[in-house]
C-alpha cells in the first residue's frame, strides 16, 4: 500500500522555525523525485520545493528561496523541508507529493505527480 505521510506540521511564531519530514512506503523510493506542495486558505495549491532522485537537483518557488531547505535520506525513505523566518503568507497545509521520474530532476507540476500525502498544517502566527 502506498503511503506518503507528513509530519512536524504546527504552530510557529513569525521568525520561527518549522521541519516536515514526509516518510513513504510501499514504493520505490530512490525512483522518485518528492515535491512540496502547499494550499492556504482560500488559495489554490501551489508548488514549494523538489528534490531529485539522488539529492543532487533542488527547485524552489520564489518566495521561499533562502528561507527553505529540502533534502532526502534515501535509506530512510524520508525528504526534509527545513523551514526557516517563517512568515505569516507561509500559513497553509503543507503536502508531499512522489513523481516517478527516470532523470535527476524534478519538476512542481501538480498534474505530473503520482502520489499524494494528506498534509500537515503549518500556522505562522504571533
Known amino acids: 500500500q502506498v503511503q506518503l505521510v507528513e509530519s512536524g506540521g504546527g504552530l510557529v511564531q513569525p521568525g520561527g522555525s518549522l521541519r516536515l519530514s514526509c516518510t513513504a512506503s510501499g514504493f520505490t523510493f530512490d525512483y522518485y523525485s518528492i515535491n512540496w506542495f502547499r494550499q492556504a486558505p482560500g488559495k489554490e495549491r501551489e508548488g514549494v520545493s523538489c528534490i531529485s532522485r539522488s539529492n543532487t537537483t533542488a527547485v524552489y518557488t520564489d518566495s521561499v528561496k533562502g528561507r527553505f531547505t529540502i533534502s532526502r535520506d534515501n535509506a530512510k525513505n524520508t525528504v526534509y523541508l527545513q523551514m526557516s523566518d517563517l512568515k505569516p503568507e507561509d500559513t497553509a497545509v503543507y503536502y508531499c507529493?512522489?513523481?516517478?521520474?527516470?532523470?535527476?530532476?524534478?519538476?512542481?507540476?501538480?498534474?505530473?505527480?503520482?502520489?499524494w500525502g494528506k498534509g500537515t498544517l503549518v500556522t505562522v502566527s504571533s
Open positions: 507529493a512522489a513523481h516517478r521520474i527516470p532523470n535527476n530532476l524534478c519538476v512542481l507540476y501538480q498534474r505530473s505527480m503520482d502520489y
